[in-house]
């Protein structure tokens, strides 16, 4: 919505606004509809005003809780990764961890997390980590309450932390894949520093990103948000960060940069092959093709004034070159499409998130083996029918680039709060 003419706000910061302002006139103030400001009538239409305060967040834990309790049955398909990532880097492969071991392509800030809870034990540390993960997605959204006017802090967030929940589970619980819960957590907070204009510790985020999951390094044209002379605070703390996290392994180990490149096989419902791309492996120029594409749409987007769909188009070039199609890709993906549904739209459902998790949601089946004939209806489609999966994955990343790029900027009241 856009400030009302009558609205102290529309020429400065809401932030900036005494708690009660007088008209610059000595005349009182017309107390008639049309002059309520913007945020006033906003109050009013928002559902969460007539409502207790801590109502609906308990409902909102309540619907995480139990889509944790859906898929914690069979769950932590990848948390093996991590513990063992964490035991070779404190342990007998040190700083040559990526070396010894290259099918781990995860960044070290993702180790030390793991490792810091190995004193809960192996189980007491796969059970915290999934439930702390868990609680990332929502509190992530709820981080850009602040950032939002006033009129649009009650039901639009809900809706979007909640909306984010379904997908973010599939991430945090049935795969725990720590690295992308780490990497998207440590990007939105980079988003609100960068909105509340602190550069070094926005740069600091992204580098933790990179540090988490290296194909976060694409998140980095958010910074460009910063005012001009702040950048080389903001490239200054990025790359000592990354230097400070990655560093040591390339100075023990220089083999490390090739070990992060392994051979991937294709899969016939990834991205990748929708574009014709065949073979078992994947080409070696398709990593370098893809953070440059990535890096590109982002910054392209940002030059344009779309700095709130930074985040969901570098991960739809991401998914559009990747050789994988895995099911834990839907949680990064509905959490940027929220960053984008809050910042950089005005309505009022978190639309691009609900298409999102249609999209990418996975059937799930503990016999993979005999998932062709354990399986029926929707779920045999969707296994029989990889190349048609792929394609429909494919036409959402065309869509959402479309959207970011050539769709509306973002609303006005928004866009002030990072001039």
């Known amino acids: 919505m856009q400030p009302h003419p009558s609205d102290p706000s529309s020429s400065q910061p809401a932030w900036s606004q005494p708690a009660s302002s007088q008209p610059a006139s000595n005349q009182p103030a017309s107390t008639s509809p049309s002059s309520s400001t913007p945020s006033t009538r906003g109050a009013e239409r928002d559902p969460l005003?007539?409502?207790?305060?801590?109502?609906?967040?308990?409902?909102?834990?309540?619907?995480?809780?139990?889509?944790?309790?859906?898929?914690?049955?069979?769950?932590?398909?990848?948390?093996?990764?991590?513990?063992?990532?964490?035991?070779?880097?404190?342990?007998?492969?040190?700083?040559?961890?990526?070396?010894?071991?290259?099918?781990?392509?995860?960044?070290?800030?993702?180790?030390?997390?793991?490792?810091?809870?190995?004193?809960?034990?192996?189980?007491?540390?796969?059970?915290?980590?999934?439930l702390l993960m868990s609680v990332v997605g929502p509190l992530c959204v709820l981080m850009l309450r602040p950032v939002l006017p006033t009129s649009q802090r009650g039901m639009r967030v809900w809706w979007a932390a909640l909306a984010v929940v379904p997908g973010w589970v599939v991430l945090s619980v049935r795969w725990a894949h720590l690295d992308d819960v780490l990497a998207m957590l440590f990007t939105v907070l980079a988003v609100r520093l960068v909105l509340q204009k602190r550069p070094a510790w926005a740069g600091a985020m992204v580098a933790l990103a990179a540090s988490s999951k290296p194909w976060a390094i694409d998140f980095a044209p958010i910074l460009l948000g910063l005012d001009r002379k702040t950048w080389r605070t903001a490239l200054l703390s990025l790359v000592g960060v990354l230097a400070l996290c990655w560093g040591p392994f390339l100075a023990a180990a220089p083999g490390t940069l090739a070990a992060l490149k392994p051979n991937v096989l294709l899969a016939p419902g990834s991205g990748l092959y929708a574009l014709g791309v065949r073979g078992q492996i994947v080409p070696a120029w398709d990593r370098t093709a893809a953070f440059l594409a990535a890096t590109g749409t982002a910054l392209v987007a940002q030059l344009r004034g779309r700095w709130a769909g930074v985040l969901i188009a570098a991960v739809a070039v991401r998914i559009a070159l990747d050789p994988q199609d895995n099911a834990y890709y839907v949680g990064s993906v509905v959490l940027a499409a929220a960053v984008y549904d809050l910042l950089g739209t005005r309505w009022r459902g978190p639309w691009l998130t609900l298409v999102s998790t249609a999209v990418f949601w996975q059937p799930f089946t503990a016999d993979w083996e005999h998932r062709l004939t354990t399986t029926s209806g929707w779920s045999l489609w969707w296994f029989s029918n990889p190349d048609a999966v792929g394609y429909l994955h494919l036409a959402w990343c065309v869509g959402v680039v479309a959207l970011v790029l050539a769709g509306p900027r973002p609303p006005q009241d928004v866009a002030d709060r990072r001039a």
Do not use: E, K
């Open 49 to 130: 005003a007539r409502v207790p305060a801590w109502l609906p967040w308990c409902l909102l834990a309540v619907a995480t809780a139990l889509v944790v309790m859906w898929m914690w049955p069979t769950s932590a398909l990848s948390w093996h990764f991590f513990a063992d990532g964490a035991a070779a880097l404190f342990g007998p492969s040190g700083l040559h961890l990526y070396v010894d071991h290259p099918d781990l392509q995860i960044g070290p800030v993702a180790f030390v997390v793991s490792w810091l809870l190995t004193p809960l034990g192996s189980t007491g540390a796969r059970v915290a980590a999934q």
